[in-house]
């Protein structure tokens, strides 16, 4: 007769530095695999107790005297059921990044992860030590090894718990999404499995932090390299597997759930994002600057599908650069979405700040002076909404602007939180008619009008910037692959609009740092993906020899 064992993928949403909230959940949900799921484990993810990444918070004291009570809580609160959790354990001077085992109230096995990434958003090296030692547990006659994230993007740590006496393989992750990430795990577990000849059980915390987003994705890929079971993106689940040994070997099932393209993977992590940072940090709303363009109805969008249409102001702040359709488009987003809205014209606050600064500036006072005086004002109008009513300002600038700094500081760049910090303008049009297809709300002259900022009479934003066709794919092979403006013209670009771009990006470096979190959706994203220096002279365009 074959063996046969139940374990729980806790595929669940936790809050950096919220260790009592984080084990309550953790000892509700192992009461819930036991009692409604009859199950004999249950899997939480990396870093559990703390949530990830808790950064800094590991060299508090403090931390782990609450992590050390939290593991006498879980232990002691569910016995009858194998928990594994993920931890940051101290022993010494020394932090490791763990996995304990519980049962019958005692730990019965402690794994402490031996790859620890450092590149991109991973900073592991920091804070903790490797470890050196496979895992074992025996769960109903099943003998489960566990390990931690990266551990199983080395086919080494699976072969080397296959050689400890594992029969499956249980990887705890705290895995940050980009775009395509799901197929990246996919891959690097399915290597883990050819090599190991071990099914492969993977598990993912789910939830905003800051700028990351983890998605969950949890899934198991048996011995033949298969999918056998696949749980959602961006919402908590519990994925319940079942594991047979019998003499052929071990076969894992479980629920499959088919994933969704790539426009609404993208919107459901922004939407996601928005939500737990603004619920997270326990901001009563969010306040938007609806100019009746893409980018503000885009976040509007976003917002209401977060937070409810209940927790979201729109200000129209109409100059007398403003056109009509841009109020009308503004008032007709807001009323499809159902949030409140208020029209705040700023033609007398920028008189006013023209005629104070008038003597000082002189003549020098028009251009862009004058247009970001437009902007700051408006800047000032939301952050005083803000400071009123607890909700946080919400900026609108998307990846394209900030790479050029086509945004003004102090004014349109004003808020906590940007969500769209992170897309294109072309993937902005691409979320905006995503969404208009799951029920209208962005104007269909809102999509199709030409970008402009009206600070102006008859601005466009192909005045100062390249086509956003030509724009992104440069700003993509620049930032993102890293490419150097002569490998860029290479790729069929001019070279007198690929030295532009790449001295724009380069000179605004000074304004992205300055600019609010945003939600990372690509591989590289402004803010801990990518450090360069705000002062400094490098010029790829002098060393290549390729200056216009």
């Known amino acids: 007769m074959a063996e046969h064992a139940r374990l729980i993928l806790a595929q669940c949403n936790f809050c950096v530095g919220d260790i009592i909230g984080n084990t309550e959940k953790i000892v509700t949900v192992a009461k819930r695999a036991l009692g409604e799921f009859k199950a004999d484990a249950v899997v939480f993810p990396e870093l559990a107790i703390t949530g990830y990444p808790p950064e800094d918070l590991l060299f508090r004291p403090g931390l782990h005297r609450g992590v050390a009570a939290s593991l006498k809580k879980i232990a002691d609160a569910v016995r009858d059921i194998n928990i594994f959790v ?20 005692n730990l019965i096995s402690n794994y402490r992860k031996q790859a620890l990434p450092n590149y991109a958003v991973f900073d592991e090296k920091r804070y903790f030590k490797p470890g050196a030692q496979s895992t074992i547990v025996e769960i109903a006659g ?19 718990a296959k050689d400890a006496g594992a029969e499956m393989l249980c990887n705890i992750n705290a895995s940050p999404f980009h775009i395509d990430k799901q197929t990246e795990r996919l891959e690097a577990v399915g290597a883990a499995v050819n090599a190991s000849g071990l099914p492969i059980a993977y598990v993912n915390t789910v939830g905003g932090q800051d700028e990351l987003i ?6 198991v890929i048996d011995t033949s390299g298969t999918v056998s079971a696949q749980a959602g993106l961006f919402k908590e689940d519990l994925v319940p597997i079942d594991v047979f040994k019998s003499s052929e070997g071990i076969t894992v099932r479980g629920p ?48 209401v599908d977060a937070l409810g249409s209940d927790h979201v102001v729109a200000i129209s702040m109409p100059s007398k650069y403003t056109a009509d359709m841009s109020i009308e488009d503004a008032r007709s987003e807001t009323q499809a979405l159902g949030c409140d809205f208020h029209i705040v014209p700023i033609d007398e606050p920028v008189s006013a700040f023209t005629k104070t600064l008038g003597k000082l ?62 897309i294109p303008k072309t993937m902005v049009y691409r979320l905006a008619k995503w969404r208009n297809r799951q029920g209208h709300a962005i104007p269909n002259r809102v ?44 790729q069929g670009y001019d070279l007198e609009s690929v030295n532009r771009v790449t001295s724009m990006v380069d000179r605004n470096e000074y304004k992205r740092r300055q600019a609010a979190s945003g939600i990372r959706i690509t591989k590289r994203a402004f803010g801990r993906d990518r450090r360069f220096p705000i002062t400094s002279r490098y010029s790829e365009q002098e060393i290549d020899g390729t200056e216009t």
């Open 86 to 105: 993920g931890y940051p354990e101290i022993d010494g001077d020394s932090i490791y990044n763990s996995c304990a085992v519980f049962y019958g109230g």
């Open 361 to 422: 500036l002189g003549p020098s006072g028009q251009g862009v002076t004058a247009e970001n005086i437009q902007a700051r004002s408006r800047g000032v109008i939301l952050m005083a909404v803000s400071n009123t009513t607890g909700h946080i300002v919400l900026a609108t600038g998307n990846k394209s602007e900030m790479a050029v700094g086509y945004a003004t500081l102090y004014g349109d760049m004003a808020g906590g939180f940007a969500p769209l910090k992170d």
């Open 447 to 490: 999509l199709d009008r030409a970008p402009t900022a009206e600070l102006a009479p008859a601005q466009k934003d192909s005045d100062s910037l390249p086509p956003y066709d030509v724009l992104d794919p440069i700003l993509e092979h620049y930032i993102e692959a890293d490419m150097s403006p002569r490998e860029i013209v290479e």
């Open 142 to 160: 099943i003998k489960v090894g566990v390990n931690i994230c990266e551990d199983i993007w080395s086919p080494e740590s699976a072969i080397q």
């Open 256 to 303: 499959q759930l088919k994933l969704a393209d790539t426009e609404q993977t993208i919107y459901e992590a922004l939407v996601l994002g928005v939500k737990d940072y603004i619920e997270k940090n326990r901001f009563r709303g969010c306040v938007i600057g609806l100019s009746g363009g893409i980018d503000s109805a885009l976040t509007l969008t976003i917002a």
């Open 214 to 219: 983890f998605d969950g994705g949890s899934f």
